[in-house]
């Protein structure tokens, strides 16, 4: 079965503390592992799509890095707007495209 | 880039009552259309698939016949809660495939959301 497993829950940073944030999966044949940022009440904003290990892509302070096991979103020199909930999901080689969601990390960084 | 939009963003019905939510797809033809719901804290729960034309699969413990879905045209699905009880508030999001530009046709596009809360 399809799994993924987030952690922290929930990280606090002072402004500018850089950090990292877990995603473990098992999955048969990946297809896609995926990092989405939410606000409260909002549906999830994509972020990256990560296909084979030692693959990275960066955006503005956010970097994301996927081995075979697992996913990490690197967070530099944050600030209080990158505050949000951080969900990672995976396509396995049997879905119809749908992803296997995370229960998230909730982030919140505080000036 | 691709966007989805989702109508209602929330509703108060009371209970015994059908809801129905909208799902577009704005600048993307969506071959394939996927619900989710969400609970406080919880991860995203895939309730169904919906393929343009034909029948939703919907997923194991998932009642077809509470959680009607129909995807009539390649720009809209819509999901109708039918006799909603207090159980079933929840926040339902839908989301598409198809778009392409940055997001690219493998990435699901998501729509804000809807808050659903029955009395």
């Known amino acids: 079965e399809d799994q993924v497993t987030q952690s922290p829950e929930a990280l606090r940073l002072q402004e500018g503390e850089s950090s990292s944030l877990n995603c473990s999966y098992t999955?048969?044949?990946?297809?896609?592992l995926f990092w989405y940022r939410q606000d409260p009440g909002k549906g999830p904003e994509f972020l990256f799509t990560?296909?084979?290990a030692g693959e990275e892509k960066e955006k503005e302070r956010l970097k994301a890095t996927l081995t075979k096991k697992e996913s990490f979103l690197h967070i530099t020199a944050p600030k209080p707007e990158d505050s949000a909930t951080y969900l990672c999901a995976v396509r396995g080689g049997g879905s119809q495209g749908n992803l296997i969601f995370g229960k998230g990390t909730k982030l919140s960084v505080k000036p | 880039g691709a966007v989805v939009s989702q109508h209602p963003s929330w509703v108060i019905c009371k209970s015994g009552t059908s809801v129905k939510i909208e799902c577009r797809s704005l600048d993307f033809q969506a071959t394939t259309m996927f619900w989710y719901r969400q609970f406080p804290k919880q991860s995203l729960m895939l309730m169904a698939t919906s393929n343009e034309g034909s029948k939703a699969t919907y997923e194991q413990g998932v009642e077809k016949d509470k959680f009607l879905i129909n995807h009539a045209s390649l720009t809209l699905s819509t999901l109708t809660v039918t006799s909603a009880h207090p159980e079933d508030s929840s926040f339902y999001i839908c989301?598409?495939?198809?778009?392409?530009?940055?997001?690219?046709?493998?990435?699901?596009?998501f729509g804000a959301g809807s808050r659903l809360t029955v009395l």
């Open positions: 999955v048969s044949g990946l297809r896609g």
């Open positions: 990560l296909y084979s």
């Open positions: 989301s598409a495939t198809g778009g392409g530009g940055t997001s690219g046709a493998n990435v699901l596009t």
